[in-house]
């Protein structure tokens, strides 16, 4: 069955970084697109940044745009989340996402807070 399992959140000071994995399974991860969202509480879940399948085309949210890069490893299955500059913002859980015949699926998500 199709699994995503993220990790690598936490408790970050504002200005400094975190990096987030996602491992994927269940589902030929080279053939799909990969997104990251987040949710802040109180508010609507929210696309952070997409990766195409071959990883050559990615695409960001304005407000994490030159701090977050997305990156895939399609030979490990897995996606990644660099977050740099962070922001107290940026608090929120983040979920690993992809849409496999045409489901949405989704990871358990984790949570990232940016506090001094």
């Known amino acids: 069955q199709v699994q995503l399992v993220e990790s690598g959140g936490g408790l970050v000071q504002p200005g400094g970084s975190l990096r987030l994995s996602c491992a994927a399974s269940?589902?030929?991860?080279?053939?799909?697109?990969m997104n990251w969202y987040r949710q802040a509480p109180g508010k609507e879940r929210e696309l952070v940044a997409r990766?195409?399948?071959?990883?050559?085309?990615?695409d960001y949210e304005a407000s994490v745009k030159g701090r977050f890069t997305i990156s895939r490893d399609n030979a490990k299955n897995m996606v990644y989340l660099q977050m740099n500059s962070l922001k107290p913002e940026d608090t929120a859980v983040y979920f690993c996402?992809?849409?496999?015949?045409?489901?949405?699926?989704w990871g358990q998500g984790t949570q990232v807070t940016v506090s001094s």
């Open positions: 990766i195409s399948s071959s990883g050559g085309v990615r």
């Open positions: 269940g589902f030929t991860f080279s053939s799909y697109v």
């Open positions: 996402n992809a849409k496999i015949y045409y489901i949405d699926r």
